[in-house]
């Protein structure tokens, strides 16, 4: 695992539970709005050794509840089924926050009851995904990971960062309707001081 950060307490991250957050390092998207800017080079070699993370959770197995595993872009990871697997076996429940690009490996994931909750962050409309990835995305594996999600079963929230000079209102409204009945989705503030794109 490239693991290029670890929050060791968190009380926003998972719903309902106070958690640690993991992130991964490296990211297959480029978004403009972006604010974890040094997680996204998926060839750093500052991480943090996959063994002392697993040394912390171990040691605070009986205070926190639950890990989340964050990016960066998770599911790039190819180890990604076997760490979560370990984090598993020590009792936590895992939540993981992708970008929806690899619906096979989240499919992967929930076939071995790897996920309690799933976080899958929806950029924009359908005609603006490329302009809000930063790069040429295929929308068909956006529209999978959205249908593995909300037929998962798990708790789970689809997030918008809303740009307000990159989507307009309506881009919101497109955005709701295109999600199926009933999946639960929230608006994310912008934070413009750390955009990977200064001015936007
Ligand atoms: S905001 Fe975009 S570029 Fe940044 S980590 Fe998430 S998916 Fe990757």
Known sequence: MQIGGLVKFSLSDYTGYPCAVIFCQGCNFRCPFCHNGDLLDCKATTTIPEEEVMAFLDKRKNILPAVVISGGEPTLEPDLPGFISKIKSIGY????????????????????????????????????????????????????????????????????????????????????????????????????????????
């Not at 096979?104 to 799933?118: E, N, P, S, Y």
């Not at 594996?141 to 708790?155: C, F, G, H, R």
């Open 93 to 200: 429940k895992v939540k993981i926050d992708t970008n929806g690009s690899n619906p096979a490996i989240l499919a992967t994931l929930l076939d071995q009851q790897l996920l309690d909750f799933i976080a899958m962050d929806i950029k924009a409309p359908k005609d603006k995904y490329n302009k809000l990835c930063g790069i040429k995305t295929n929308i068909t594996d956006i529209i999978k990971s959205i249908q593995i999600t909300t037929k998962s079963n798990l708790p789970h929230l689809f997030r918008t960062t809303w740009v307000k000079s990159l989507l307009s209102e309506k881009d919101i409204k497109t955005i709701i309707s295109w999600l199926p009945d009933g999946a639960n989705h929230i608006t994310q503030k912008f934070r413009p001081e750390t955009a990977l794109t200064p001015g936007l």
